[in-house]
């Protein structure tokens, strides 16, 4: 079945470090693929998303590109603020069937002033 | 505008007892979908509506748990005879049209449930 795996966390950086959260998938097809995001006290937010190959989603200055030969789409920002501190969630609705996202655990990250 | 909204935000029973969860979609979306997040996970799928008919029930755990929308606006999510690995946030998100793999779910605060 289909599946998403992130790097484990809780990831610690300092503000304006560049961030890297890993996450490969498994599905049958094409799937789309998206980052939600989840702040503290409130609910989750889609971040970005992509659905085809090769695409590149973006918003807020994070980004993730979509690459089928590597199962990847890793989220990456240039310089992370204290604000960024949340759980990030990688996920995926799959080209088959199935309409429902299948999360990863999520990422928990933290960002120092 | 206004966006999905889930009531009770939190709540606390007692094994044994029903519980009804409830989500109101974004205004005019047609799918509604249910998920379950335990604590350091990600949610899980539980099911899902285009309008007023479940598509999908292949998340439910069990026969306790059912949904329903049945004039397909608000959905009811209900638990019956809770047991204490119940306990868990559910999730409601809806999407403006027929579900499909391009779709952007919009997700609830969530209802954290406890049972004792």
């Known amino acids: 079945g289909d599946s998403v795996t992130q790097m484990e966390g809780p990831v610690t950086l300092s503000e304006e470090a560049f961030l890297t959260i890993n996450c490969t998938y498994t599905?049958?097809?094409?799937?789309?693929l998206f980052w939600y995001v989840q702040y503290p006290g409130e609910g989750l937010q889609l971040l970005l998303k992509?659905?085809?190959?090769?695409d590149k989603g973006s918003n807020k200055g994070f980004e993730a590109t979509y690459r089928k030969e590597t199962t990847s789409f890793h989220l990456e920002k240039g310089s992370v603020q204290v604000s960024d501190s949340a759980v990030y969630f990688c996920?995926?609705?799959?080209?088959?069937?199935?309409?429902?996202?299948?999360f990863g655990s999520g990422t928990q990250l933290t960002v120092l002033p | 505008g206004a966006g999905v909204s889930q009531s009770p935000r939190y709540k606390v029973t007692k094994r044994g007892q029903d519980v009804a969860l409830r989500c109101d979609p974004i205004s005019g979306h047609v799918s509604l979908y249910w998920y379950r997040q335990a604590l350091g996970q990600g949610p899980e799928f539980l099911t899902y509506f285009n309008y007023e008919a479940q598509q999908d029930k292949s998340g439910l755990p069990n026969d306790r748990f059912s949904a329903e929308r049945p004039e397909g606006s608000i959905s009811t999510l209900t638990i019956q005879r809770t047991e204490q690995r119940d306990s868990a946030m559910y999730r409601c998100?809806?999407?403006?049209?027929?579900?499909?793999?391009?779709?952007?779910?919009?997700f609830g605060p969530g209802t954290r449930l406890l049972v004792l």
């Open positions: 599905a049958t097809g094409y799937p789309s």
């Open positions: 996920a995926l609705i799959s080209s088959g069937s199935a309409r429902q996202l299948t």
């Open positions: 992509a659905t085809k190959a090769d």
């Open positions: 998100a809806s999407s403006v049209r027929t579900s499909g793999r391009t779709e952007t779910q919009y």
